[in-house]
């Protein structure tokens, strides 16, 4: 596997199911992002990691939980969710900007979520 | 609020043409700017960043940046139709105080018509 990995990349889910999107990066980064991509919209950044270390929530609500037990894997898990969550879930990572880099992130392939 | 402002487009272009892009940004103390390519149903796609003021090239992309006037463009010469996808614009906010941060613009959508 290279870059950034995400599974599954359909899910299909009704609003009192539980599941977990999956992503992986074999770049050797220590930051990584989980982003909502709706239609119409731009990019929503809704959690981010650095070091293992949750440094950002941009007010996501709490359905949304991530977990990141190593900087190579992240996990975004979701209960209880809207319709309105229907969306493209993207994972990123990046070097850590605490390192003095610039923080280039890449992009996984994306997890389309439809919630019924 | 911290914004980024693309022109959503489409912006449609003949094959060989100049595809200029422009975004715009609220942050003043922004320092790291992006540009990536997502075509429909794909994820976005790293093609450039550019930290100082001026031009920075690769390929037949140029991307050009002026902090006093919190501007940022993307040049692609000799458009191909395989450049047509969306190009979505993204800032780094907080500036020295960098947290890995980045806020996209909508995007905007490029057209190359052979």
């Known amino acids: 596997e290279t870059g950034v990995t995400q599974t599954p990349r359909h899910l299909v889910m009704g609003m009192t199911n539980k599941k977990s999107l999956k992503c992986e990066q074999h770049l050797g980064h220590n930051a990584m992002y989980w982003y909502k991509q709706s239609a119409k919209k731009p990019l929503e950044l809704m959690f981010v990691y650095n070091f293992k270390e949750q440094t950002e929530n941009n007010s996501v609500p709490s359905r949304f939980s991530p977990e990141c037990p190593n900087s190579s894997h992240l996990f975004l898990h979701l209960h209880t969710l809207q319709p309105e969550d229907s969306a493209l879930y993207l994972c990123?990572?990046?070097?850590?900007?605490?390192?003095?880099?610039?923080?280039?992130?890449?992009f996984g392939p994306g997890t389309r979520l439809t919630v019924t | 609020q911290k914004e980024v402002e693309q022109n959503s487009g489409p912006l449609s272009v003949p094959e060989g043409a100049i595809a200029s892009l422009n975004c715009t940004y609220s942050d003043r103390g922004s320092q790291s700017f992006f540009w990536y390519r997502q075509y429909s149903g794909k994820s976005p796609e790293l093609i450039m960043s550019i930290y100082s003021n001026g031009d920075k090239e690769d390929g037949r992309f140029t991307a050009q940046l002026n902090k006093a006037s919190q501007y940022v463009s993307l040049l692609i010469r000799d458009s191909q139709p395989s450049d047509s996808a969306t190009y979505l614009c993204a800032v780094n906010v907080g500036g020295s105080s960098n947290t890995g941060k980045l806020i996209f613009g909508q995007g905007t959508t490029l057209q190359v018509k052979p």
């Open positions: 990123a990572s990046s070097q850590s900007w605490t390192s003095g880099t610039l923080n280039e992130q890449y």
